[in-house]
């Protein structure tokens, strides 16, 4: 009977060990803020025009971590809305220009050391993102959204709460390149940068 009891807590116990690593898939959310540069390179002038951005972004993230030895390889992929501007006088000092950063999609690759079911890492992968450019004068006004490719590059650190929560923080730089952006007929090269801080909370199975 001893032996038949030690065989059943042995056969509870391995999935349980394995149910509390940070091991499977995740869904969940997080908040984040950010700050940024855009520069305009308007085409044919050689008038050049830069701003900060700030603000901040709330999104859904989903991924898979496995454990290999005692380190953690995941991916994860997220999608964030919001509001990261600023804006500037523009050469022509009777116009306003401003700059929009108002969706963010991420898909990455991460790798880290584990310390028990926490995690430090190392991310990066590639980025997108919906921007928004808009001049405005005293009796006019244009604007013009584009999709922004480029990459994104950071660092976290992941824990896991109980069974099936976990959380993470990290950093983000994120480095949109340049597009271009057509206001009141006259081209702008628009290029935008940002960093990006988050905390995300999610359920693992």
Not at 59 to 76: C, P
Not at 170 to 196: F, M, P, W
Request: aromatic share 6%; charged share 15%.
């Amino acid at each position: 009977m001893r032996l038949v009891a030690v065989l059943l807590l042995t056969m509870l116990a391995a999935p349980l060990a394995r149910a509390q690593t940070l091991a499977g898939p995740h869904v969940g959310g997080y908040l984040g803020g950010g700050s940024g540069d855009a520069h305009w390179d308007i085409v044919g002038t050689g008038g050049k025009q830069d701003h900060s951005l700030s603000g901040g972004l709330i999104g859904v993230q989903g991924g898979y971590n496995w454990i290999a030895g005692s380190w953690l390889l995941g991916v994860q992929g997220d999608l964030g809305v919001g509001s990261i501007k600023g804006s500037s006088r523009c050469p022509n000092p009777a116009f306003e220009c401003e700059t929009e950063l108002g969706a963010l999609i991420t898909v990455r690759g991460r790798v880290g050391p584990v310390f028990g079911n926490v995690s430090p890492y190392l991310t990066a992968g590639i980025a997108s993102a919906g921007v928004r450019t808009r001049v405005k004068g005293p009796v006019s006004e244009a604007e013009d959204t584009q999709g922004h490719p480029g990459w994104t590059a950071g660092l976290g650190v992941t824990g896991l709460v109980g069974r099936n929560i976990t959380w993470q923080v990290e950093y983000l730089r994120v480095d949109l390149g340049s597009e271009e952006h057509i206001l009141q007929g006259v081209t702008n090269k628009v290029d935008l940068a940002l960093d990006i801080l988050r905390v995300g909370v999610h359920y693992k199975w």
